[in-house]
């Protein structure tokens, strides 16, 4: 295990089952997705993987195709919409990363859940945070995913990269997380719900 990772500190800070995000969570834009209501959202589930290498503690991420309807180009952990199937969001996590990116779902090891995380796009989403230690090959979707990569993350949470943007969306300004790093020798711009995740996850560690 990489000297930069405290997993009991980590595990204290996750829930061991769904918990629903409150008034005290922070939203970029908590005006617009705290008064959306569950029943209006569309339940979905992300694999939010920890890598452990021994230069350090690593975050998988994905980069989505351009040619995708729902957030084109975008970063973003493995996951999608829940499924009739899926008896629980670790089962949906597991399962989009699977499709997704190849990975078997036997590796990742289950650490627990963030909070919810509403976006004004309409998804309510369940945060899985998990374990991954290598060797382990990915497969991509060439569909749905243009590249998987991975970044520190002591990077993804030095606050000196965090910001905030806007964007004007459906006849009202919305507010969210930016997160700015370099991986591979390329400027990575993560934004949006993801960043918000990893966020959410970086308040409680810190």
């Known amino acids: 295990m990489s000297a930069d990772f405290d997993l009991e500190r980590l595990q204290a800070c996750l829930a061991p089952e769904p918990v629903a995000a409150t008034d005290a969570d922070d939203f970029a834009d908590k005006a617009a997705t705290m008064a959306l209501t569950e029943a209006t959202l569309t339940p979905s589930a992300v694999l939010f993987p920890i890598v452990l290498r021994e230069t350090g503690a690593q975050v998988l991420l994905t980069r989505r195709t351009d040619h995708l309807r729902d957030h084109p180009g975008q970063i973003s952990f493995p996951g999608g919409r829940m499924e009739a199937e899926d008896k629980t969001p670790v089962h949906a996590a597991l399962r989009e990363a699977e499709e997704e990116i190849g990975l078997a779902r036997s590796l990742p090891r289950i650490l627990g859940y963030l909070p919810t995380y509403r976006t004004a796009t309409g998804f309510l989403i369940y945060p899985v945070v998990a374990l991954l230690t290598p060797p382990f090959e990915l ?33 009202a300004r919305h507010e969210y997380h930016v997160i700015d790093c370099e991986t591979d020798d390329k400027a990575r711009r993560i934004w949006g719900a993801t960043a918000g995740m990893i966020l959410s996850l970086y308040r409680r560690v810190a």
């Not at 590249?147 to 910001?163: I, Y």
């Open 139 to 171: 497969r991509l979707d060439a569909f749905e995913v243009a590249e998987a990569f991975e970044a520190p993350l002591s990077m993804l949470f030095d606050p000196t990269r965090h910001r905030r943007e806007s964007i004007f969306y459906r006849g």
